[in-house]
């Protein structure tokens, strides 16, 4: 099991620039790659970029331009830098483990979820 610990929300601007900081333990052997997503109030929770083993990049296309997500291999971290920063933007953002389904050739996130770390964005 890979347990998360995210870091790095607060309020910003609009335009402002953030960077979250995803730090996982446990079981790094057994997962496929790591990946951001956001719930905002009253919405379901969306993926908002994932970094895949061997380095397969994807964003959501709200993001796309704006948002970079990175990985520190040797400190078991993932970022999500996040620049020019909109209302919509403000959610709880969450990071997870992806693991690869065999038979549909997927990604899914662990069952288990971590705190998240609040992103309000508002003059």
């Known amino acids: 099991q890979v347990q998360v610990v995210e870091s790095g929300g607060g309020k910003v601007q609009p335009g402002g620039s953030l960077r979250l900081s995803c730090a996982a333990s446990?079981?790094?052997?057994?997962?496929?790659?790591m990946a951001w997503y956001r719930q905002a109030p009253g919405k379901e929770r969306e993926l908002v970029a994932e970094?895949?083993?061997?380095?397969?990049?994807s964003y959501a296309d709200s993001v796309k331009g704006r948002f970079t997500i990175s990985r520190d291999n040797a400190k078991n971290t993932v970022y999500l830098q996040m620049n020019n920063l909109k209302p919509e933007d403000t959610a709880v953002y969450y990071c997870?483990?992806?693991?690869?389904?065999?038979?549909?050739?997927?990604?899914?996130?662990?069952?288990?979820w971590g705190q998240g770390t609040q992103v309000t964005v508002s003059s």
């Open positions: 997870n483990a992806l693991r690869l389904n065999l038979a549909s050739g997927r990604y899914y996130p662990s069952p288990t």
């Open positions: 970094i895949i083993s061997g380095g397969r990049i």
């Open positions: 446990g079981s790094m052997y057994s997962i496929n790659g």
